[in-house]
Every structure is written in C-alpha cells, then in structure tokens.
Nanobody, 129 residues
C-alpha cells in the first residue's frame, strides 16, 4: 500500500532553515505529482508546494514563494522541501502528499481545497526564538 514517511522536522530559529524529506513507497513514484501541505494551528490545512511527476515544474503558495524549494529524486523515491528564512507563523505539522495525477493544474481551486490522494504522518516544524 502507499506509504509516505516524512522526516527532518524540528526546531528552527526565525530566519533559519530546515530540510524536510519524504520517503515514498507502494506506488510508482515517478508517475505522480507530489505536494507538501501543513496544518497551522488556527488556520487548518494549507497547501504549500507541488511538483510535477518528472520534476519539470514546481508550484508554491504565495506565502512561501522565494523561500521554499521543492524537489524530488525519482530514482530514490524521495521528495524534498527546503525551507529557508522561516517565520514563527510557519510552525506547523508538515505533510507529504501524493497528488492524483502526473501534472495537476495547481490552480486556486485545486490548492484552495486541497485533498491529497495519500498522506504521510507528518513531521513537526517549530519556529521559535
């Protein structure tokens, strides 16, 4: 069965960086787009970033654009989220998610009501001084 396991969360200072990883198994990783989403207390689930199945295109929420970078290594079935210049309000549980297609639109409707096809357990990111 599909399995997604996040790692790399922890404590960072404001302005600091963290690198999250997601190990995928149980499906053909290279055939599906992947996303990161986060649950922020008081805000619910927020889609953060997505990447096409072949890694040719990436998409970001406006709030993280320029600071976060999504990437993938299809040979290793691994998804990455590099987070720089972290802000305290980005304290959240970060989830890796499998998308439903190889190249979804990632338009406002898709990400505004984001429902991943499968989810990991999440990794906690805390940004605090």
């Amino acid at each position: 069965q599909v399995q997604l396991v996040e790692s790399g969360g922890g404590l960072a200072q404001p302005g600091g960086s963290l690198r999250l990883s997601c190990a995928a198994s149980g499906f053909t990783f290279s055939s599906y787009a992947m996303s990161w989403a986060r649950h922020v207390p008081g805000k619910g689930l927020e889609w953060v970033s997505g990447i096409y199945s072949d890694g040719t295109d990436t998409y970001y929420a406006e709030s993280v654009k320029g600071r976060f970078t999504i990437s993938r290594d299809n040979a290793k079935n691994t998804l990455i989220l590099q987070m720089n210049s972290l802000k305290p309000e980005e304290t959240a549980l970060y989830y890796c998610a499998k998308d439903r297609a190889a190249r979804p639109a990632y338009d406002d409707d898709y990400v505004g009501e984001y429902v991943g096809d499968a989810w990991g357990q999440g990794t906690q990111v805390t940004v605090s001084s």
